[in-house]
Structure formats: structure tokens, C-alpha cells
């Protein structure tokens, strides 16, 4: 846990650094940054301003991976909704760049639980989806026991594929339950 010397540090040094950003200071403004989070790394908008300045620096990767340690930092905290959103968001945009289409869905689909109207959201994540890897279903244990006693057997119909998400606010635990090409009438839940 940082001092309150460190902490005050790191403020101040952040503050600079935002005011290098909106000067177009680049390069000075992520030094600062950097000097912020070396004072104090248990603040998420610092590595999320510093995602944003190397972004404008066409560093992708590093702003993807500062962007997912601002997630870590903010998950949680309902006094940082709106960084974690953020952060997600931009998490996502950028994993979808470098084509790390898995994470991308990831963190856009956590993002639309939380603001399901955000367009830019919901845009992305249409683009993303058919591009993730599907998960494998896995091998039923009575199958793998009759194929090591050499058994033959017709296969069993392939199940859809279900995926699903949840999270969970003070008040209530929400579960997302998702499965491509099935009929609405034929659901029950």
C-alpha cells in the first residue's frame, strides 16, 4: 500500500501529466504517467489515461494492456462504474485491432452488460463475435470409456453450443445465457 507522501506524489504527477495530454504532449505526458503509476499502482484512471495516451502514440498493445489493468483496478468499485466502462470499452477496441478477438468479446461484452444502449459498443461487439473462438464442447465421460474399449456407436446430436456471462451488482446477481440459431418459441426458461 503506498504512503500518503506516494500517493500525494503520484496525484500531482498525474495531474501534470493530464494537462501534458491535452497540450499534445505525448511522449511527456506518459512519462509522467509512467512516474504516477510507479508512486501509486493501485489507481486504475492512471493506467487508464496512460492507455489513452499510447494509443495516440499507435502503441496498441501497451494502451490494450494498461487498459486491462485499469478494468482490474476498477472492477468492483461502484464509485469507478463509469472507468471500468470505459475501460472495457477501450479494451476491447483495442484487442480487436491487434486481432485478440477472445479478449475483445470479453471485455465489450462485459461493457454492454453495463451500458447496453452504447452504440459504439454494441457495434464493435457485432464485429467481434463471429471472429472469437468457439469453446469445445467437451467429451462426454461414458464416450471416452467406450472408445477405450473399442465400442463403435452412432454419434449423439449435436447440442448448440451455449455460452454464458453473469455478473453481479450490490443488488442483484444478472446471468446471460446465449445460443446461436434457436427458435424463440422453442425456449423456455
Request: with cysteine; glycine share 2%; hydrophobic share 35%.
Given at each position: ?15 501534470q ?9 505525448f511522449?511527456q ?5 509512467t512516474q504516477a ?12 489515461r ?7 502514440l499507435?502503441?496498441?498493445s501497451?494502451?490494450a494492456?494498461?487498459?486491462y489493468?485499469a478494468?482490474?483496478l ?6 469507478q ?18 486481432e485478440?478477438?477472445?479478449?475483445s ?5 462485459k461493457a454492454?452488460t453495463i ?5 459504439e459498443?454494441?457495434?464493435l461487439?457485432e464485429k467481434?463475435e463471429?471472429?472469437?473462438t ?23 446430436p ?8 453473469w455478473?453481479q451488482?450490490d ?5 446471460e445465457?446465449?445460443i ?8 423456455t426458461?
Amino acid at each position: 500500500m503506498p504512503s500518503s507522501a506516494n500517493k500525494l506524489t503520484a496525484k500531482k504527477l498525474f495531474q501534470q501529466g493530464v494537462e501534458a495530454f491535452f497540450d499534445d504532449e505525448f511522449e511527456q505526458a506518459e512519462s509522467l504517467c509512467t512516474q504516477a503509476i510507479a508512486a501509486d499502482s493501485t489507481v486504475g484512471e492512471y493506467y487508464l489515461r496512460r492507455a489513452q495516451i499510447r494509443s495516440k502514440l499507435d502503441n496498441k498493445s501497451m494502451a490494450a494492456s494498461d487498459a486491462y489493468q485499469a478494468v482490474k483496478l476498477t472492477a468492483n468499485q461502484s464509485d469507478q462504474l463509469r472507468s471500468y466502462f470505459k475501460a472495457l470499452y477501450l479494451h476491447g477496441k483495442w484487442a480487436y485491432e491487434l486481432e485478440h478477438y477472445d479478449e475483445s468479446a470479453e471485455s465489450l461484452r462485459k461493457a454492454s452488460t453495463i451500458n447496453p444502449s452504447h452504440a459504439e459498443v454494441k457495434a464493435l461487439l457485432e464485429k467481434v463475435e463471429p471472429l472469437t473462438t468457439p469453446e469445445p464442447e467437451p467429451e462426454p465421460v461414458a464416450a471416452a470409456a467406450d472408445a477405450s474399449e473399442n465400442k463403435v456407436e452412432a454419434p449423439a446430436p449435436k447440442r448448440p453450443q451455449v455460452r454464458h456471462e453473469w455478473y453481479q451488482t450490490d443488488s442483484d446477481v444478472i446471468l446471460e445465457v446465449f445460443i446461436k440459431r434457436v427458435q424463440k418459441d422453442a425456449t423456455t426458461v
